[in-house]
């Protein structure tokens, strides 16, 4: 599978597969960069579950999860900000193999 840029220049994408919780400090920037709504903040509360940040639960973390992992078109914007490189990604060629 041949991916290329506008010009025609080759390309592969990476796409984000996985976001590690244990390095992950939820500052947003990822999420920022990101128009595709692949990622979302979420909170771990005391016992250690994911929590919505909406919900009344007291939470001791937040961190980004993957929210809509089709949906990432493998630019690497989120990679290129992440300041703890928790986040795992995946080429394009990879996957088609």
Excluded at 12 to 25: E, G, N, Q, V
């Amino acid at each position: 599978m041949s991916f290329a840029t506008r010009d025609g220049r080759d390309w592969t994408p990476d796409y984000l597969s996985a976001i590690d919780a244990k390095k992950c400090i939820g500052c947003g920037r990822c999420f920022k960069v990101c128009g595709r709504d692949v990622m979302t903040l979420k909170g771990i509360n005391e016992e250690g579950e994911l929590v919505d940040l909406d919900d009344d639960d007291e939470v001791e973390k937040k961190i980004m999860v993957m929210n809509d992992q089709g949906a990432c078109i493998g630019c690497g914007a989120c990679a290129r900000v992440c300041p703890t490189n928790c986040q795992t990604h995946v080429s394009a060629a990879a996957e088609a193999a």
